[in-house]
Every structure is written in structure tokens, then in C-alpha cells.
């Protein structure tokens, strides 16, 4: 399977504690709340437009680069893996990125290439951001760059037919559909 980039919209900035999101309603990014965690975000966070994950929203992604962005952003970037994990909706998987325009990741190209310390990283925060919430968060751990392109693959799938069978709102920057509580 051959990697193609792909677009990735950065909602949150690696560094922070605050979670924004994209409103439809406002047609922008909006702050959505501040975590309840003395952990801020390993890596930009955000999603791939244009997909439906297995919890009903788009594919989550993190891009690993050199600095943080802004929100809104968009990157051009790879996959080089995925981490798994559940959460109060159902699956929750995350694809792992790097932006094509950052030399210092760039030559990235598989998970292993990936710094030890930024994956244990990442393992932790998502498995603790959650625990002042009282909501419980599964951790599956990591998949190779193949099983993150079949996913994006099948994200893309699940995003064509629901818009075929007209159940796809108003998409947002790069695609991005409302949360499953403010669809039709």
C-alpha cells in the first residue's frame, strides 16, 4: 500500500491543556474546554478531512514536528503509524504523522523511526487525560504505517458512503464533520 499525503487540520497545538474543536454552528475553531490534567498534548492534534472513524467522527491525527502550530492549521504530512485506544464513545484510534515541510521529520517513514520517548509519550497522556473526568480511557497501543493506511483507507470508505446515503453534514475546514451528538 502506498503512502500518500495527506492533509492533516490541527485543532490543538502540541503543548497545551486546552481543547478546541471545530463548531459548524460557527462556522470556526472554538475552545471546547480546558483538560483536567497536569499533562498538555505531546503533538499537534487534530484530524484528516474527508474520513469517518470507528467512533463516528473524523480520523484523529497527531502531527509530530518541531514546533507547535495554531488552530486551523493545515499540514501536509505521512503516516508512519496509529495508536489504538477506546474511550467513552468507542474507538478512538489516532493516526501518527509526520509534515512533509519539517526536515527534523520528514525522513520519518515507519513508527519505529518515531523517538522512543515522544511514543511513551503519547501512551501516557492518552492514558491518563481523561482520569480527573472519572472517564475511562483503553489503550491498545501501536500499529505499523500499514495498518494506519488501512484505516485512513476504510475512514475514507465509511466518509464516501455516508455522504453517498446523504447522512454527511456540512463539512468544515478540510472536512471535518459535527460531533455525533449534533448530526441529523
Known sequence: MATEPLICVV???KGTRNKYEYDPELGGIKFDR???TAAAYPADY????DTLGGDGDVLDA???LSEPTFPGCLIP????GMFKMRDEKGMDDKIICVPLEDPNWNGLEDL???PALLRQEITQFFSIYKDLEGKEVVVDGWRPKDEALAEIAA???RFARSAAEGRTPVRGPGGRLPGPERRP
Do not use: F, T
Not at 46 to 49: A, D, E, F, M, R
Open 77 to 80: 504530512a505521512k503516516p508512519v
Open 34 to 36: 480546558l483538560l483536567m
Open 11 to 13: 485543532e490543538i497545538p
Open 112 to 114: 519505529d523511526d518515531l
Open 46 to 49: 487534530g484530524y484528516i478531512p
Open 155 to 157: 475512514s475514507r470508505e
Open 62 to 64: 497527531l502531527v509530530c
